[in-house]
């Protein structure tokens, strides 16, 4: 794969004079038209060490308007990066639409370390890489340029590099003994390399492997591969949705997992009262438990209108301390999440270590609202159960908990709180025209929550069915199964 | 995920009798539509034991016309099967256009089987499912439809069905000991199942879930979900190709890998002949190795038209027992090749062990003349890197050896032996009119080769670059890199 960034390409002075500017106006150019043309370009500058990353990164900001790049260097991760999912660090650092992104390292950069250094086995490289191709891939369906630019040099080019590097008082500070080190394990390094540009090179976004001996080649050659791919973007009509089938529901018999649910399950308000106060006094302690520090916690409420979301998540935070949580209530997304890919707006808010984070309402919005009232495409909402469960995935190898409520009640009950809602005045508020037009179309949603709880229910997420008919018996449901699993964890 | 396969599902028989009729009638219509539509239908039947997968199975077979059904039951590999790469028997199994391929056990099971027994570890089987992914998406881009289902039983109700099968004793012996060892480490198989399926339902080929409680319930579903995907697919209009951007050479100095190489690399005569005969002695010794027998050779040989494959072959073939080897010249498919996704014609006649196949062009030309011809769309060439690289994987992980040589001449040579074909009558027949306007392409080629080079040279499969220019060199480096191939793995 790197034999062709052996051959020296190198270009004259006078080519590069000759090339330089027109290729500066047309970047400039595309990237003002880009502004208007609402997709964003991801474009990744890896390779080996040495091999002028930096400095390509520095030229293209030089010949573009830098105020419509966002660069961004791979340091160390910072303690808040530390504390969530490895792949939150690259979600903050998205280009929204009309943006152009470029990291100068990636999310390659650890799982190749980890393997050249033996910490990882070939076998995790792949789960790793095949978590990248999915992260990728999700990126050019939410519409992103992706562009992967790995800048190679040859084991004899390198070690000369380094070698000028350091004869060079101005440059010698660049050389640490760290490069001198991966020098000697250039080999592996090839190896390891090799097998992930080639598990994530796809006709979507291949790698384009960039010779690096001569620096005139290496800028020139990024910046006219840059410009082609972006006008080519540029010029194409917008592409029509994949046509996907819909997949209606068969279902020869009326049951379904909603309807197979007991809702007549109460619980008296003596009863709710007592145990209530044992479970938060139970919860209060457990989230001020040590151990409870290496995880975060996360709570998805999902449910039909009037479920009784808001009074589950309310005897909840009673039990907590304000500093340790946090609600999010889901709704329409803002002018900046509309510029992203639709999870970017969970990612964002996830929490540190020892934090609780609750989703009123989620990621899950993406599957239900969105597929019945058509906020998305089918080819959309179908690929999205396996990027939630990707997502999920991402979640609790962090070590976050994880747990999914869905509160369930019949078409019958919800009726009879929202006319209850509508007569008392401080409830009123809780109820619009909105949640009239929803309930008409109870079918549609039963369908895709159906589909939800099949597809996401998994065995590193399963989801909690709360019969909440009686609402006593739903909170009641909910705080012992947070308690439980908490004790199971701590 | 199995949640929704728990409830219970069942029909009556009044259900049964009064829509089976009317299904059998129109999966015949379908079936009939089908062999005229020209794609195939990939149909996996898979799930726990007991869970009446087989009945399923010939219950399709009942109720459509078998004669355009191939079902496939998974028994023990064959030593066909074992010398060969873990997916050749499902590739001699796909169906071809028009048809239904029905597995009964599939490619899922090993894997899991291998799982559940702790003999792989889960990172190994995701990269399994990786793979499969892969495999999928391949089959859904050449065209199938996927249908995969998932037969499931609850843990009490598989114990329920294995002793009532035990009771009767009509069916006692369909309960092996094996069964009952399966039913202990249920909690096991379904977490592994859960994992593999999670990881393989994607937007075009979700699982689908059945429970298999009740075995009318069961077959009338799968039936009607057949039905429906069937008829969908078959009343779409064929999907456009997707749109891929033309990805252009960018070439800023007139290098690349095969202007680079030394044409003038020359042997003479005598030394050639002294040479040969060395090389042909020690070629004829390593293939008749014990340690050969574990290894199966293939052998790749492409180049542009005269640049001397047929010569180069020979003079490995001159060394070998005419039962151990067998020479694959590739030209336009068959008709029954064509009726499968393009790697087909070439799983097909993979080698057994301490065997030698030799491909005189090959799948290769997917991306030269297919490309250059448009033969197939850009978006087809394009994804066939990767799809390659998986191929190669394959074989490589099967313990062949796999030795790709690419034979290189220049415009001017190429040209000198046209004429010399031209002119001598027992030449004549290999030069045709097709080759004089191949040769007008010759940079369409050159850009097609360098790309082919740099995305599938890869450190498990690399290329080794042959400079024919002079056939004496030619002939004696493809030997030498045979035989120190063999030399180093034997």
């Known amino acids: 794969m790197f034999e062709s960034a052996e051959l020296g390409h190198r270009i004259s002075k006078e080519v590069w004079d000759r090339e330089v500017p027109p290729l500066r106006e047309a970047l400039l150019d595309a990237q003002y ?60 650092m ?81 050389v640490t003994p760290r490069d001198w080190k991966h020098f000697e394990m250039y080999d592996t390094f090839r190896q390891v390399a090799e097998r992930s540009l080639r598990a994530t090179s796809t006709a979507e976004a291949p790698w384009i492997v960039v010779e690096a001996t001569d620096p005139k080649y290496q800028r020139l050659t990024v910046g006219k591969i840059l410009l082609e791919r972006l006008r080519a973007r540029l010029d194409q009509p917008a592409p029509a949705a994949p046509a996907v089938r819909t997949l209606p529901r068969t279902s020869l018999d009326s049951v379904n997992i909603l309807r197979a649910l007991d809702l007549t399950k109460r619980m008296d308000k003596k009863d709710y009262e007592e145990e209530l106060l044992t479970l938060q006094g139970k919860l209060n302690l457990l989230i001020r438990h040590r151990n409870f520090k290496k995880h975060a916690l996360v709570l998805v409420f999902e449910g039909v209108d009037a479920a009784g979301k808001g009074g589950g998540i309310r005897r909840i935070t009673q039990a907590l301390d304000a500093r340790t949580y946090r609600i999010q209530p889901v709704a329409a997304p803002t002018e900046e999440e509309r510029a992203q890919p639709y999870l970017w707006r969970f990612w964002r808010n996830l929490p540190r270590k020892g934090k609780v984070m609750i989703f009123d309402r989620s990621w899950y919005g993406r599957v239900l609202v969105e597929r019945v009232e058509g906020f998305c495409s089918e080819a959309d909402w179908q690929r999205a159960y396996s990027e939630i469960n990707d997502f999920e995935d991402q979640l609790v190898r962090s070590r976050s908990l994880l747990l999914k409520f869905w509160l369930s009640i019949s078409q019958e009950e919800q009726l009879r709180r929202f006319e209850e809602r509508q007569a008392t005045p401080f409830k009123r508020f809780k109820i619009t025209d909105e949640d009239w037009r929803n309930r008409e179309k109870w079918p549609l949603y039963e369908s895709a929550i159906c589909d939800m709880l099949e597809r996401t229910s998994t065995e590193i997420a399963p989801w909690t069915i709360v019969e909440s008919e009686n609402k006593y018996f739903g909170r009641i449901k909910i705080l012992k199964t947070l308690v439980q699993r908490l004790e199971d964890e701590l």
Not at 44 to 57: F, H, I, P, Q
Not at 133 to 156: D, N, P, S, T, Y
């Open 33 to 92: 038209d880009l502004a208007t043309a609402r997709f964003p370009v991801v474009l990744l500058v890896a390779g080996v060490d040495g091999s002028g990353k930096s400095e390509t990164v520095n030229t293209l900001n030089e010949w573009m308007d830098p105020r419509h790049i966002q660069t961004h260097g791979l340091d160390e991760p910072s303690d808040e990066e530390r504390e969530r999912p490895h792949m939150w660090r690259y979600w903050r």
């Open 94 to 174: 998205l280009p929204p639409k009309g943006k152009i992104g470029i990291f100068d390292g990636s999310w390659y950069t650890w799982p190749i370390l980890e393997r050249a250094h033996g910490r990882i086995k070939t076998s995790e490289l792949d789960q790793d890489m095949g978590r990248i191709a999915r992260f990728e891939q999700m990126l050019i369906q939410e519409g992103a340029l992706v562009l992967k630019f790995w800048m190679h040099l040859g084991k004899e080019a390198q070690k000369k590099r380094l070698k000028g590097l350091e004869k060079d008082p101005l440059t010698r500070w660049r």
